[in-house]
């Protein structure tokens, strides 16, 4: 959540790894039978990106691969930085990826509200709970001695932290302040917390945060909490029963282990999911077409190829998962072979050019298995919206539409590039305005006359070529030539894949007929 929050957290991470005692024993300690419950808490203050869809994928993964449910929960606590609409965008690019929440804000459940600003009278009640235990205080700090905090800290260049002034507070002076009206916020007493926890993914996992950081707030002055209490008590509460998520949180998962205690709760396991980096292992691209769910269906890439590829950074699978042959897993697949304990401790580099093969495989397997449908009716949209205009003849039934998949399943890795300009010839009648010497007419009425009498199985790009040198050669025309005339009846365009492939992606009646359009218009010409 909270994203500059996120970058605090994400450099004192990096800055106290050093100082974080891990190995790699890991330990799942459910057995097939445990309720497995988990969740997936994004902030709405942007669109889905990779990072986000993985850790949801792999909770998706863990719920099914135990039998257990998945609960989306809305992490808006900061309202300041709300994106209008993200709400909804994120369940609708769930949804799409085909991971949908077993719980959720629009889907609702036995746990609801599942949206945080939507259940601040419990997050209330909670932190009354820790003042009354004394596992809390009221802080009446301002922000301009908290501001004035920080930039000494600064300045001695060390980690900003609160001092825990307002926890030595006598009940009077708390008294005197409430009296006054002094505006507070509450804060939790973080306690010495030496013993490691087990993270699912890194194994014992040490990091005494009291020594490290000042007492953390836990509800704001506003009346709204912070990550630390709304993520503790909604875990508790939505009986959540692994935490999967960003290692960049791991750093916060100490400070929430001393909340569960104060309130007396057994905490959930946790694990944490390694950063994703660029190819070249720096920070995830900024460009969002690059890391946006959203930026990846348009340019046309599909849900399982996405979900295939997420999987690559982040293991949880046996090593030769996709290394005996590449192909696409179903969910079901990915859940039947899922485990936590495989998941990688080490950060993932992404490999964009595995995104495009997963992709091509994706529409080898949904054509393969008569799933095409709904590809036929994504490719005329394509094509309307890309070659509609007036006066322009398209070919869009459904045969050639399938005809031009099939074909195309081994060449192309996204629909969209069925209508880059060097393949427009597939889907738009070349105009008949295309200007031939009359000179060549003979050789035209051969090559149609000859098509006409061919067999459909015998028009494969194979075939054609020799067939093609030879009518050349026969014709006293140099073979360059013929194939220009040829390219400019059939397609209108001066590239393009080679003359035969091309009869061969039209067709034998398509080719036929385009040849035909041109002697008709040559034989008007020459009246
Ligand atoms: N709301 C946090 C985020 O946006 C989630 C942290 C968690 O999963 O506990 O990533």
């Given at each position: 959540?909270?994203?500059?929050?996120?970058?605090?957290?994400?450099?004192?991470?990096?800055?106290?790894?050093?100082?974080?005692?891990?190995?790699?024993?890991?330990?799942?300690?459910?057995?097939?039978?445990?309720?497995?419950?988990?969740?997936?808490?994004?902030?709405?203050?942007?669109?889905?990106?990779?990072?986000?869809?993985?850790?949801?994928?792999?909770?998706?993964?863990?719920?099914?691969?135990?039998?257990?449910?998945?609960?989306?929960?809305?992490?808006?606590?900061?309202?300041?930085?709300?994106?209008?609409?993200?709400?909804?965008?994120?369940?609708?690019?769930?949804?799409?990826?085909?991971?949908?929440?077993?719980?959720?804000?629009?889907?609702?459940?036995?746990?609801?509200?599942?949206?945080?600003?939507?259940?601040?009278?419990?997050?209330?009640?909670?932190?009354?709970?820790?003042?009354?235990?004394?596992?809390?205080?009221?802080?009446?700090?301002?922000?301009?001695?908290?501001?004035?905090?920080?930039?000494?800290?600064?300045?001695?260049?060390?980690?900003?932290?609160?001092?825990?002034?307002?926890?030595?507070?006598?009940?009077?002076?708390?008294?005197?302040?409430?009296?006054?009206?002094?505006?507070?916020?509450?804060?939790?007493?973080?306690?010495?917390?030496?013993?490691?926890?087990?993270?699912?993914?890194?194994?014992?996992?040490?990091?005494?945060?009291?020594?490290?950081?000042?007492?953390?707030?836990?509800?704001?002055?506003?009346?709204?909490?912070?990550?630390?209490?709304?993520?503790?008590?909604?875990?508790?509460?939505?009986?959540?029963?692994?935490?999967?998520?960003?290692?960049?949180?791991?750093?916060?998962?100490?400070?929430?282990?001393?909340?569960?205690?104060?309130?007396?709760?057994?905490?959930?396991?946790?694990?944490?999911?390694?950063?994703?980096?660029?190819?070249?292992?720096?920070?995830?691209?900024?460009?969002?077409?690059?890391?946006?769910?959203?930026?990846?269906?348009?340019?046309?890439?599909?849900?399982?190829?996405?979900?295939?590829?997420?999987?690559?950074?982040?293991?949880?699978?046996?090593?030769?998962?996709?290394?005996?042959?590449?192909?696409?897993?179903?969910?079901?697949?990915?859940?039947?072979?899922?485990?936590?304990?495989?998941?990688?401790?080490?950060?993932?580099?992404?490999?964009?050019?595995?995104?495009?093969?997963?992709?091509?495989?994706?529409?080898?397997?949904?054509?393969?298995?008569?799933?095409?449908?709904?590809?036929v009716?994504?490719v005329r949209?394509?094509v309307a919206?890309?070659f509609?205009?007036?006066?322009v003849q398209l070919r869009l039934e459904d045969e050639h539409v399938l005809a031009v998949l099939r074909w195309s399943?081994?060449r192309?890795?996204?629909?969209?590039?069925l209508v880059?300009?060097h393949l427009a010839f597939l889907w738009v009648v070349p105009s008949t305005?295309v200007?031939l010497?009359?000179?060549?007419?003979?050789?035209l009425e051969?090559v149609s006359a000859e098509v006409a009498g061919m067999a459909d199985a015998q028009f494969q790009k194979?075939w054609l070529k020799?067939w093609l040198?030879?009518v050349?050669?026969?014709?006293?025309?140099?073979?360059?030539?013929?194939m220009?005339l040829l390219r400019a009846v059939l397609s209108g365009l001066?590239?393009g894949p080679g003359v035969a492939e091309m009869m061969h992606i039209l067709g034998r009646s398509e080719t036929a007929s385009r040849l035909d359009r041109a002697l008709s218009v040559l034989?008007?010409?020459?009246?």
């Amino acid at each position: 959540m909270i994203s500059p929050r996120c970058h605090e957290f994400l450099n004192l991470f990096q800055r106290l790894v050093p100082k974080i005692f891990i190995n790699h024993v890991k330990n799942v300690s459910t057995s097939p039978s445990d309720k497995v419950r988990v969740r997936f808490a994004p902030s709405p203050t942007g669109h889905l990106h990779l990072g986000g869809l993985r850790t949801a994928l792999y909770n998706y993964l863990f719920a099914r691969s135990r039998g257990g449910a998945l609960v989306l929960r809305l992490e808006d606590t900061d309202q300041s930085r709300l994106v209008p609409g993200a709400a909804e965008a994120l369940e609708r690019d769930l949804a799409w990826a085909g991971i949908p929440p077993d719980e959720s804000p629009a889907r609702g459940g036995p746990h609801g509200p599942y949206t945080q600003s939507q259940r601040l009278p419990i997050y209330r009640e909670h932190a009354e709970r820790l003042l009354q235990s004394g596992a809390a205080y009221r802080c009446f700090c301002s922000e301009r001695r908290l501001d004035l905090l920080r930039r000494e800290a600064l300045r001695a260049r060390q980690v900003p932290r609160y001092d825990n002034r307002c926890r030595h507070l006598s009940q009077q002076q708390v008294g005197e302040k409430l009296a006054r009206g002094e505006h507070f916020c509450i804060r939790f007493k973080l306690v010495p917390s030496p013993e490691p926890f087990q993270d699912l993914v890194y194994g014992p996992v040490a990091y005494d945060v009291g020594r490290h950081e000042g007492d953390p707030v836990v509800l704001k002055g506003d009346g709204y909490p912070t990550y630390h209490l709304a993520s503790v008590v909604d875990d508790r509460l939505m009986q959540v029963s692994h935490v999967l998520r960003g290692v960049e949180w791991q750093v916060s998962t100490p400070k929430h282990l001393l909340i569960y205690r104060a309130l007396g709760w057994e905490p959930p396991q946790f694990g944490h999911l390694p950063l994703i980096l660029n190819p070249d292992a720096t920070k995830l691209s900024k460009r969002q077409g690059d890391v946006s769910v959203g930026g990846l269906r348009e340019r046309g890439i599909f849900p399982l190829a996405l979900l295939n590829y997420v999987t690559l950074a982040g293991g949880g699978f046996t090593r030769d998962l996709y290394r005996t042959k590449p192909c696409i897993y179903s969910l079901p697949e990915l859940a039947s072979v899922f485990d936590v304990g495989r998941l990688n401790a080490h950060s993932c580099r992404l490999q964009p050019d595995q995104l495009r093969e997963f992709n091509r495989l994706e529409l080898q397997r949904r054509l393969s298995s008569g799933d095409d449908a709904e590809l036929v009716q994504q490719v005329r949209q394509l094509v309307a919206t890309k070659f509609a205009r007036s006066g322009v003849q398209l070919r869009l039934e459904d045969e050639h539409v399938l005809a031009v998949l099939r074909w195309s399943q081994a060449r192309v890795h996204t629909l969209r590039d069925l209508v880059e300009p060097h393949l427009a010839f597939l889907w738009v009648v070349p105009s008949t305005a295309v200007d031939l010497p009359p000179a060549h007419r003979a050789v035209l009425e051969r090559v149609s006359a000859e098509v006409a009498g061919m067999a459909d199985a015998q028009f494969q790009k194979e075939w054609l070529k020799p067939w093609l040198q030879r009518v050349a050669e026969d014709s006293g025309v140099q073979f360059r030539e013929l194939m220009k005339l040829l390219r400019a009846v059939l397609s209108g365009l001066q590239e393009g894949p080679g003359v035969a492939e091309m009869m061969h992606i039209l067709g034998r009646s398509e080719t036929a007929s385009r040849l035909d359009r041109a002697l008709s218009v040559l034989k008007t010409h020459s009246q």
